[in-house]
């Protein structure tokens, strides 16, 4: 253990040195969390006192694993770090100077037409040999063909202008080759999607007040945007007029994003949703107050539960009221909550009507069983035992009021009352007694007293004992 260290706001103070090769070479083509990984992981390379476990690294950046790693496996390509163990992730960042080294020789046979084509392509400067390789590594790895390379590079060309560099070039074949793209004709048919899309485009760029062209990635966005998420031109051009504020791709991808999860698809859902969403904001609001829960911002609150709530036909009123029975029973979470109406919509109660219905029903049920249990002898709350007890003794053994509050005044000053009741009716139940006359023409019940039957016992076998646990089993309320 060192002697000395440095003071945590010694460390803030200070600076973390970021290679200008790194600016000028890979940030222009390194997308948001690319370079807030690199970044972040360079600053916790020079505070070693820090917490840089993969689990901080996610929180601090607000990202997954999977991103992070994906991020870096994007730098090991472009040769600035070196990945020594995914699990648990362990990195090391490179010298970007030998970066710029080839380190592997290839034939130069094998690619002295590759080599031709790609510089003709580039007039304006002379490629270096470490672009080369960056080339030559990728085709191997990835397989594919030295022809469709060309053709992206031309594209990227086209896009970006001659001051294109091998990061970005790559970066776009790598996500075409996750696509399935390996040949030409696979470039081609690719290519030809992004030209169907012009129209699209223009009307889109329209919509968003931009000039000029799209780059790769928004194409890239309207091509997820109508084939994998399977929204029309118009549904996209309704959610822009739902944007607030400054409107940008990125902004619109977030907010199909959430129609997406929400399955709001068609322009017409999209504008009675924002109509509804006011009013959602105003249920949220209100079932708050009632639960005595505040929160600063309702989206979340609106996506994860109101939402799903009123998709199960919930009224507003019913929601209120439910969170108002959940204030007053110490429930004072959102999530708590969720269950309570998870537990209301299994018995089919929607409305505020019913619930009241139901609420009044149970009031005086636990009235009932209160008298119960005075009658025993004992003065306490109701338990949800006492509940299952009472379900079972009148919807299951059939019995009348009259007679539980008969067998528990037999129980009085009893040790264990609630189980000498069940026995009791247990014995009523088998001897066919319905009625407190008819109970009071019975000898005396011991709950200790041995039982004496007038029938033969015997042994079952195992095959006869699985027989009868198994129709045990089957046996439904009914058939009790």
Same mark, same amino acid.
């Given at each position: 253990?060192?002697? #000395?260290?440095?003071?945590?706001?010694?460390?803030?103070?200070?600076?973390?040195?970021?290679?200008?090769?790194?600016?000028?070479?890979?940030?222009?083509?390194?997308?948001?969390?690319?370079?807030?990984?690199?970044? %972040?992981?360079? /600053? &916790?390379?020079?505070?070693?006192?820090?917490?840089?476990?993969?689990?901080?690294?996610?929180?601090? $950046?607000?990202?997954?694993?999977?991103?992070?790693?994906?991020?870096?496996?994007?730098?090991?390509?472009?040769?600035?770090?070196?990945?020594?163990?995914?699990?648990?992730?362990? !990195?090391? /960042?490179?010298?970007?100077?030998? #970066? @710029?080294?080839?380190?592997?020789?290839?034939?130069?046979?094998?690619?002295?037409?590759?080599?031709?084509?790609?510089?003709?392509?580039?007039?304006?400067?002379?490629?270096?040999?470490?672009?080369?390789?960056?080339?030559?590594?990728? $085709?191997?790895?990835?397989?594919?063909?030295?022809?469709?390379?060309?053709?992206?590079?031309?594209?990227?060309?086209?896009?970006?202008?001659?001051? !294109?560099?091998?990061?970005?070039?790559?970066?776009?074949?790598?996500?075409?080759? #996750?696509?399935?793209?390996?040949?030409?004709?696979?470039?081609?048919?690719?290519?030809?999607?992004?030209?169907?899309?012009?129209?699209?485009?223009?009307?889109?760029?329209?919509?968003?007040?931009?000039?000029?062209?799209?780059?790769?990635?928004?194409?890239? @966005?309207?091509?997820?945007?109508?084939?994998?998420?399977?929204?029309?031109?118009?549904?996209?051009?309704? #959610?822009?007029?739902?944007?607030?504020?400054?409107?940008?791709?990125?902004?619109?991808?977030?907010?199909?994003?959430?129609?997406?999860?929400?399955?709001?698809?068609?322009?017409?859902?999209?504008?009675? /949703?924002?109509?509804?969403?006011?009013?959602?904001?105003?249920? *949220?609001?209100?079932?708050?107050?009632?639960?005595?829960?505040?929160?600063?911002?309702?989206?979340?609150?609106?996506?994860?539960?109101?939402?799903?709530?009123?998709?199960?036909?919930?009224?507003?009123?019913?929601?209120?009221?439910?969170?108002?029975?959940?204030?007053?029973?110490? !429930?004072?979470? &959102?999530?708590?909550?969720?269950?309570?109406?998870?537990?209301?919509? *299994?018995?089919?109660?929607?409305?505020?009507?019913?619930?009241?219905? %139901?609420?009044?029903?149970?009031?005086?049920?636990?009235?009932?069983?209160?008298?119960?249990?005075?009658?025993?002898?004992?003065?306490?709350?109701?338990?949800?035992?006492?509940?299952?007890?009472?379900?079972?003794?009148?919807?299951?053994?059939?019995?009348?009021?009259?007679?539980?509050?008969?067998?528990?005044?037999?129980?009085?000053?009893?040790?264990?009352?609630?189980?000498?009741?069940?026995?009791?009716?247990?014995? %009523?139940?088998?001897?066919?007694?319905?009625?407190?006359?008819? *109970?009071?023409?019975?000898?005396?019940?011991? *709950?200790?007293?041995?039982?004496?039957?007038?029938?033969?016992?015997?042994?079952?076998?195992?095959?006869?004992?699985?027989?009868?646990?198994?129709?045990?089993?089957?046996?439904?309320?009914?058939?009790?």
């Amino acid at each position: 253990m060192s002697f #000395a260290k440095f003071s945590s706001d010694f460390l803030m103070e200070t600076f973390t040195l970021v290679d200008n090769l790194f600016i000028n070479e890979h940030l222009p083509y390194c997308d948001e969390k690319q370079i807030k990984v690199y970044l %972040y992981g360079l /600053y &916790l390379c020079t505070c070693p006192a820090t917490d840089n476990s993969v689990d901080a690294l996610c929180a601090r $950046l607000d990202m997954t694993e999977n991103e992070i790693l994906n991020a870096y496996a994007f730098f090991e390509d472009a040769g600035l770090v070196q990945i020594l163990s995914k699990q648990p992730l362990e !990195v090391k /960042y490179l010298s970007l100077k030998k #970066a @710029m080294q080839p380190p592997k020789k290839y034939k130069s046979e094998r690619w002295n037409d590759f080599n031709l084509h790609l510089q003709h392509l580039f007039p304006e400067r002379m490629l270096t040999p470490n672009e080369y390789n960056e080339y030559y590594m990728f $085709l191997e790895d990835s397989k594919l063909e030295q022809d469709a390379m060309l053709m992206i590079v031309q594209y990227c060309i086209d896009l970006k202008g001659m001051n !294109v560099r091998y990061p970005y070039i790559l970066t776009v074949a790598r996500n075409w080759v #996750a696509d399935g793209v390996r040949t030409a004709a696979d470039v081609e048919d690719k290519l030809n999607e992004y030209d169907k899309q012009s129209e699209q485009m223009r009307a889109l760029l329209s919509a968003l007040g931009r000039k000029g062209g799209a780059d790769l990635e928004e194409k890239q @966005m309207l091509l997820k945007w109508t084939r994998s998420w399977g929204y029309e031109l118009d549904a996209i051009l309704t #959610a822009i007029k739902t944007l607030k504020g400054a409107k940008s791709f990125k902004k619109l991808d977030g907010k199909l994003d959430e129609f997406y999860r929400m399955s709001i698809f068609t322009a017409e859902e999209m504008k009675d /949703y924002q109509a509804h969403r006011e009013h959602l904001k105003e249920l *949220a609001i209100a079932v708050n107050k009632n639960l005595g829960v505040f929160y600063e911002s309702f989206e979340h609150e609106i996506e994860v539960y109101i939402v799903p709530w009123t998709a199960k036909g919930f009224e507003d009123e019913a929601l209120k009221k439910i969170a108002h029975h959940c204030f007053i029973t110490h !429930v004072r979470t &959102l999530e708590a909550m969720n269950n309570v109406v998870n537990k209301f919509y *299994a018995q089919g109660l929607l409305t505020a009507e019913s619930i009241d219905e %139901y609420l009044h029903a149970q009031i005086e049920q636990d009235g009932k069983i209160k008298r119960i249990i005075e009658q025993s002898g004992r003065s306490r709350s109701v338990t949800p035992s006492d509940r299952e007890f009472y379900r079972i003794w009148t919807t299951l053994w059939g019995f009348e009021d009259e007679l539980i509050i008969y067998a528990a005044q037999q129980a009085v000053g009893k040790t264990y009352p609630t189980p000498y009741i069940n026995q009791l009716l247990s014995s %009523y139940k088998s001897k066919g007694v319905s009625t407190v006359e008819q *109970a009071k023409r019975l000898p005396e019940f011991s *709950a200790d007293a041995p039982h004496k039957a007038n029938f033969e016992e015997r042994e079952y076998s195992q095959e006869e004992l699985h027989s009868i646990v198994t129709s045990i089993d089957s046996l439904s309320d009914a058939d009790i």
